[in-house]
């Protein structure tokens, strides 16, 4: 008998997870929830944001030692790079754009967003964390009665100290135009390591450290590199291994969650998936926008040989292999043969352009990495300013380049992107719900950039 596939356990215990969150509203089981099935959702929570820094580190030093002598690179290297780098940048623009104007957080009803924000501010001031408005539910007299019912709900103490949370808000200091710049930058990076919120921090060591491996003799740098991708090996092999017990995980996640929000009122479940098809929808009509507008406009403007139309029919295997597998990686055989024999790109050029695609170029998981962060900020009434926005557009695009070329993988850097604008990371769980057809989504778009960038600097190439 054949053994059931890892993602189909995933979603059943997904769907089981629902189910017994709507049966515990219905039967008043949601304090046997809270205390004996959501736990194993935090823990596997945690169990992610363990080996999220290490995993993100490891992955950028060796995303960039792989790209070789940086003297050798030239002219495609740069190019290649630059224009990974666009259409990232692109995608998470475009995610931003779409889900400021939809604001799919919005279509639930006033009393769970108003219940989510409060559950926020308990967090927030449990961690230590600022929040990011003025807004104070916690202060407002009226609301001691529910904040009572959300601690109680969701495991907060409500006596904690709100009018201390408040004064440390409003003593926050002035920010200055280079702050932004100032606070990447780590003065110790062992201390940033430790902070899932420093993560900015983190990648920009990530990054420097790579670059500055490129740069001194092969000698003296292969100690190094082997270690790097040793460790980077590890850590993805404890990624499988939390995988492996992920069903149940994600069964005790969603539980918990469901219940979490919902309490003994089932209603409150429908409200919380109907943000959820609107979320949906502006990743997908991100996803259908980058595939069907951004590329086709890039290619005409390079490539004048190939139709778009030609295109995605010498593409359409790797697509299709990219929607059943939700795998970069997986799928890169089958790009590279498309790319050669079907587009006619230089073998040269492909050899060297897709496999860093498939390691620094996820535009489809940015874009949807936009979007889940602002629709999870809708969701709990908290308003990103631009500043913020920036700093998704740069984390999501930075992320990306550690971001495991596997199923699943954008999960753990959405993580990693809630972590830097100060939101809860727990919150991944609200999304798993649809996170699998937009995983396979989100990996076709990832594939096709790849091809597009392939082509794009073969056609440069073949013209020099």
């Not at 820094?53 to 630059?82: A, E, H, N, W, Y």
């Not at 400021?100 to 409060?118: A, L, Y």
Request: hydrophobic share 55%; aromatic share 10%; with cysteine.
């Amino acid at each position: 008998m054949k053994k059931m596939a890892l993602h189909w356990k995933i979603i059943i215990g997904l769907f089981l997870g629902i189910l017994w969150a709507v049966l515990s509203g219905f039967f008043g089981w949601s304090e046997f929830t809270s205390g004996w099935i959501a736990p194993w959702g935090r823990i596997f929570i945690n169990l992610l944001k363990l080996i999220a820094i290490p995993l993100v580190l490891f992955s950028i030093v060796g995303g960039i030692v792989g790209l070789g002598d940086p003297k050798q690179l030239g002219r495609m290297g740069v190019r290649t790079l630059l224009l990974y780098l666009s259409t990232t940048v692109v995608a998470v623009s475009l995610g931003l754009l779409i889900v400021n104007v939809v604001q799919p957080g919005t279509w639930m009803d006033d009393s769970v967003r108003k219940e989510n924000r409060i559950a926020y501010e308990l967090w927030a001031q449990q961690e230590g964390q600022q929040v990011h408005d003025d807004i104070s539910l916690l202060s407002d007299p009226a609301n001691s009665t529910l904040v009572a019912e959300v601690a109680k709900r969701r495991g907060f103490d409500e006596d904690e100290s709100v009018q201390s949370r408040l004064k440390q808000a409003q003593s926050q200091k002035e920010s200055g135009p280079l702050t932004f710049l100032e606070d990447m930058v780590p003065a110790n990076v062992f201390k940033a390591m430790t902070d899932n919120g420093s993560m900015l921090k983190v990648i920009f060591f990530a990054l420097f450290f790579g670059i500055a491996l490129l740069f001194i003799p092969d000698a003296t740098a292969k100690p190094v590199v082997d270690l790097v991708n040793g460790l980077s090996e590890v850590f993805l092999k404890m990624v499988d291994l939390i995988m492996m017990a992920a069903p149940f995980f994600v069964f005790a996640l969603m539980a918990g969650i469901v219940s979490e929000i919902a309490g003994d009122n089932p209603a409150k479940i429908f409200e919380l998936f109907k943000g959820l098809t609107w979320y949906s929808l502006s990743v997908l009509g991100g996803l259908l926008l980058m595939a069907f507008v951004i590329y086709p406009t890039i290619m005409k403007f390079f490539v004048k040989r190939l139709s778009f139309k030609g295109f995605l029919k010498g593409i359409s295997p790797a697509q299709m292999l990219a929607f059943s597998t939700s795998s970069s990686a997986a799928t890169l055989p089958v790009t590279l043969e498309c790319v050669e024999e079907n587009l006619e790109v230089d073998p040269k050029v492909s050899s060297f352009v897709l496999p860093i695609g498939a390691t620094v170029n996820m535009d489809g998981t940015s874009l949807y990495q936009a979007v889940a962060v602002i629709f999870l900020a809708q969701m709990h009434m908290i308003d990103l300013n631009l500043a913020q926005q920036l700093t998704i557009i740069l984390t999501a695009t930075l992320a990306s380049i550690g971001s495991a070329a596997i199923p699943s993988a954008g999960l753990v850097m959405l993580m990693i992107v809630l972590s830097s604008v100060g939101l809860n990371p727990a919150w991944i769980g609200i999304i798993l719900p649809v996170d699998r057809i937009l995983d396979m989504v989100r990996t076709v778009v990832n594939v096709t950039g790849d091809a597009t960038v392939a082509t794009v600097i073969g056609e440069l190439k073949s013209e020099e």
